[in-house]
């Protein structure tokens, strides 16, 4: 025996009409959270990979022939103080300092992209020497490893030029201070990864 069903029986609700409260910002940091746990399974693996081929030279150059260890330990610092200055951007921010946090990030900016530039010159000098990362396994890894971190601080650039322009027009918003929160976390984790590069790949190498 079929039931007749009346036309409101009929409208299947495949979703809550009721919108319910979200935490301001909760969700955001999670997730941000999650990416950067994935930034570390990214690295992890080129480290892993780095383990494995940093001493396949296949009879070329190794780090000891072509690392300068004063030019990375410039660059290392350029990293660090960027880091220090970011912490007098967020600093400003809790003071709602709008023109103070907009200075530092700048100067954040400056160390940043003082950094990208070290770089770059290594691997067109690398490059210029003959070491390019099909010479061997050891280079593949290095250019991988050193390159992917120097594209997110790259990333990293544009993300902070980008809020500068956003505070300068909207000031320092709830919305603004929690993508500074962000980008706070995305840059001091950019440094420690570093730290475990020039541990990893160039102290260790040269030893």
């Not at 007749?4 to 299947?12: K, M, S």
């Not at 930034?39 to 940093?54: E, K, N, P, Q």
């Not at 296949?58 to 610092?77: E, M, Q, Y």
Request: aromatic share 16%.
């Amino acid at each position: 025996m079929t039931k007749n069903l009346t036309q409101p029986e009929l409208q299947a609700a495949f979703y809550d009409l009721d919108e319910h409260d979200h935490p301001e910002g909760g969700s955001t940091m999670l997730g941000f959270w999650m990416y950067l746990m994935s930034d570390c399974l990214i690295f992890a693996m080129l480290f892993a990979a780095y383990g494995v081929l940093g001493g396949s030279f296949a009879a070329g150059p190794g780090p000891k022939d072509l690392f300068d260890l004063k030019l990375i330990a410039l660059n290392t610092a350029m990293l660090l103080f960027s880091s220090i200055t970011y912490g007098f951007a967020m600093l400003a921010m809790e003071k709602d300092n709008r023109g103070g946090t907009q200075l530092w990030l700048l100067v954040t900016a400056l160390f940043g992209a003082a950094f990208l530039f070290i770089e770059l010159y290594e691997f067109s000098h690398l490059i210029h020497e003959g070491a390019t990362p099909m010479r061997s396994g050891f280079l593949t890894a290095f250019f991988s490893l050193v390159g992917t971190h120097g594209l997110h601080v790259t990333f990293g650039l544009i993300w902070l030029f980008t809020l500068v322009v956003q505070i300068g027009k909207k000031g320092l918003i709830p919305a603004n201070k929690r993508r500074l929160m962000c980008l706070s976390l995305f840059w001091h984790f950019l440094d420690v990864i570093w730290i475990g590069v020039f541990t990893f790949v160039y102290l260790m190498g040269m030893l």
